[in-house]
């Protein structure tokens, strides 16, 4: 076991077993009170022995069905009693050697240890408060876990460190996934401000955490439609509501560099350099869109409150609509 602090401070009190052979990575909280996934290799908890005592574990989270992530639980029932924090679409999917994980618990008069989950609980776990985020697609009922104090996500199998080079991508089970909503899950946790991303399997990326999910939700995208660009422009739109400009303006770059003469990249990304203050660069952004489109509002608009931002208040007030545009906002306030 590796006790993450060694990488970052944040992650005091959170170790990690690492993957080998047929199990998945397993992340132990708040001194081994709180499991993630159960793993699925005979030894792990004497393993976990050698550093915590076994019989105070309290909660087992588990991030979906497959036997790499949920066979540890075998082992895990004959030492300590948890409570199971589990997704409800997961949970019929859970079995052992063909018998339902649901029967077990209930004939070992265990059923209220399980805590079926529905998607955004927040559950305080120690020093820990864990937003649990529905991300089916990978299987029917996959979670994720978003620590909110030090921004850290237990990702599961939904996303995993990878470089845009490499392009590790999380897969559709072909009976339980599916791809349309593993996009649609990526694309709910493109607003997570995320700095560690603590996966299911690799090793866990200590900085820059969101830029993982990213690619995962870029790369997922190009892989099933025919037009790159429209993805960077919907993940920028995203970024954008989330408050994180700066973001969004890697993504605009992005699809500008696949499209140096889109419109709707054009003009958001004058909007962000705005927003962001860089005025000057706003400033040139808007006047090559109106260098090809003299007319667009959106445009004339954008490079009125550039040129406020510089200063130039009457250069802005000359523009054609702009003072209209400026006193029909005012009304709208």
Excluded at 50 to 78: A, Y
Excluded at 136 to 145: A, N, V
Excluded at 194 to 204: E, K, N, S, T
Aim: proline share 5%; charged share 20%.
């Amino acid at each position: 076991m590796i006790h993450l602090s060694e990488y970052d401070p944040k992650l005091e009190g959170i170790w990690w077993v690492e993957e080998a052979g047929t199990s998945c990575n397993v992340y132990y909280l708040e001194q081994g009170r709180t499991l993630i996934d159960a793993g699925n290799f005979y030894g792990m908890l004497h393993e976990m022995s050698e550093v915590f005592d076994i019989s105070l574990l309290e909660g087992l989270f588990i991030t979906h069905c497959h036997f790499d992530h949920v066979g540890g639980m075998g082992e895990l029932f004959d030492w300590c009693n948890p409570k199971v924090y589990a997704h409800m679409d997961t949970l019929p999917y859970i079995n052992f050697r063909h018998v339902p994980f649901m029967k077990i618990m209930e004939k070992a008069g265990r059923l209220d240890k399980v805590v079926m989950l529905r998607g955004g609980e927040k559950i305080q776990v120690g020093p820990h408060l864990l937003e649990v985020i529905p991300t089916p697609g990978h299987t029917k009922g996959d979670i994720c876990l978003y620590e909110h104090h030090n921004q850290l996500l237990f990702s599961g199998d939904t996303v995993f460190p990878s470089s845009a080079a490499e392009n590790i991508l999380s897969d559709a089970d072909k009976q339980l996934g599916d791809m349309g909503q593993l996009i649609t899950s990526l694309a709910r946790l493109i607003p997570y401000p995320v700095d560690i991303l603590l996966p299911g399997h690799g090793v866990p990326a200590f900085a820059d955490g969101a830029a993982h999910v990213l690619n995962a939700y870029i790369e997922s995208r190009k892989g099933v439609e025919e037009d790159n660009i429209q993805p960077y422009l919907d993940a920028a739109r995203m970024l954008s509501e989330a408050g994180r400009p700066a973001q969004a303006l890697e993504c605009y770059n992005m699809a500008l560099m696949l499209d140096p003469a889109n419109l709707e990249a054009l003009v958001y990304k004058g909007a962000t350099l705005t927003e962001l203050q860089h005025y000057d660069e706003a400033l040139a952004c808007f006047d090559k869109i109106l260098k090809y489109a003299p007319n667009l509002e959106e445009a004339v608009t954008g490079k009125g409150f550039a040129l406020l931002g510089l200063g130039r208040v009457e250069e802005a007030l000359a523009l054609p609509g702009f003072a209209a545009r400026l006193k029909e906002m005012g009304r709208g306030r």
